[in-house]
């Protein structure tokens, strides 16, 4: 009897620690993470998947000389260029393929700049995290500036509690929608639908759906960048929390993921503080860390 009652504070020990493993494990989504990993091993891959774990890391933390502070990516198809915000002195930045600055543009009351998408010649949309706006802008080769009184924009006046607002965009050119991402807390994307407008002659209104099943398909803490694939479809979702790249099917499936840690797909050290995550035209992914750190993956 006396052992016994010895050993219980022992087994008290032991059942919290296994509570608290679990309410961790819980917290970030480790057990829906396991078992995708575990599922990947013993399935055949979609035919119709990216592959994210075939990518390998060819350039990594090459630091962006001139920048302390950068958030978001995309690519622009027409000036084989990527585009990045930085929101403490708020610049739109034009960035070469391997991370070079091109040029720089100040950006005049937008608040808090967290992602920037390319829409089509000369048009993107800007998003300000803080007030919930989404903005369209025009950049021309020989803008220097770029004012937000000037500029179409809306807010979607959703989830608008706390600081964790939109953080990643993403566009599908052919069914004009664009992605947005919102933080955590809750931890949504949002489909929005009449925004940009192309026909400012024309009437016109602006529909915002969110889709359940996919945004519970994300076993991820945190949403940083959305980047759209015109060609399967498929959208990847970037966390900086749980250091992962997923990718989505058209139905919200997990198919494919990138690990963000060191040891994973040629990475040397693990990527520091993801926020922003592009595609081109051949596959290749680019993706910035803060404070100023440049990635680029490839296939094999």
């Given at each position: ?113 967290e992602a920037v998408e390319f829409i089509s010649a000369d048009t ?177």
């Amino acid at each position: 009897m006396y052992r016994l009652t010895r050993l219980h504070p022992a087994f008290l020990i032991l059942g919290l620690l296994v509570v608290l493993l679990a309410v961790l494990a819980h917290n970030h989504r480790l057990w829906q993470r396991a078992w995708f990993d575990w599922q990947s091993l013993w399935q055949a891959a979609d035919p119709q998947s990216l592959g994210l774990g075939d990518y390998r890391a060819s350039l990594q933390a090459q630091p962006i000389q001139g920048l302390d502070e950068v958030s978001a990516l995309t690519y622009d198809p027409l000036r084989k260029s990527l585009f990045t915000v930085t929101n403490k002195n708020s610049e739109l930045i034009e960035l070469s393929l391997d991370g070079q600055i091109l040029r720089r543009i100040d950006l005049l009351g937008f608040g808090d700049p967290e992602a920037v998408e390319f829409i089509s010649a000369d048009t993107y949309v800007i998003s300000d995290e803080r007030q919930h706006r989404l903005i369209k802008i025009q950049l021309r080769d020989d803008t220097t500036f770029i004012d937000a009184a000037d500029a179409e924009q809306i807010s979607l006046g959703v989830h608008m509690s706390g600081n964790k607002g939109f953080e990643g965009l993403a566009y599908d050119a052919s069914g004009k929608r664009l992605f947005v991402a919102k933080e955590r807390d809750p931890m949504l994307i949002y489909e929005v639908h009449g925004f940009p407008h192309f026909k400012p002659e024309k009437n016109y209104s602006v529909h915002v759906i969110n889709n359940p099943k996919r945004d519970a398909g994300l076993f991820v803490r945190d949403l940083s960048s959305l980047q759209y694939d015109e060609r399967s479809g498929h959208l990847l979702a970037l966390s900086d929390e749980s250091f992962l790249v997923l990718e989505l099917d058209i139905d919200g499936r997990p198919l494919s993921s990138l690990s963000l840690l060191g040891g994973r797909h040629g990475l040397k050290n693990r990527v520091p503080q993801a926020e922003g995550i592009a595609m081109d035209d051949e596959g290749s992914l680019y993706l910035v860390s803060e404070p100023n750190l440049f990635y680029v993956f490839k296939k094999p």
